[in-house]
């Protein structure tokens, strides 16, 4: 049977909603990990950014008559943590590398989740969904790239850290 647009669009939101808190605390997380500070302000200033676009969709679902999902948010918090794992064998030096590694690929991952989100919006004529998706989509967009360019120096710096090589400044 098929399902009426809001409710593929509340679907949607649903996913969105449970993505950006899991990845706020995430993002709580990492600014506290390491000491690279402008890196450490760039996670929290993302954070923040994060519960606002968590807060406008958290809206939106609930214009539309729905409301978060808990088991989406417990499942996103649950597997949203397994990246981590992937640290195990990595000295310290390199957990901001790691870190500005996680957060990029969930960045990307944001960015294609809100292309959906806004495609199925626009082709349900939800206009108001649709523009919200974009204006998060560039958020997310922007952070990406500021990531991007902190990754070869966050790497370089990690590697000489624990190769020695010279000594870290914060």
Known sequence: MPR????????YLEDAIAAEKNFESQLRDFAEEGHHSHIQRLFARHADETR???E???NRLH???GSPSGMKSMLAH???????VAQIGHDDAEQVTQNILMAYTVEQSEIAMYEALAAAAAAAGDN???SLAREIQSEERRTADLLWQELPRAARSSFDEVTGRRTMTP
């Open 4 to 11: 009426q647009p809001v409710d593929v669009i509340k679907r």
């Open 52 to 54: 606002s676009q968590y």
């Open 56 to 58: 406008r969709l958290t």
């Open 63 to 65: 214009a539309l008559g």
């Open 78 to 84: 649950m597997f949203g943590s397994m990246p981590k």
């Open 128 to 130: 108001v969904t649709e």
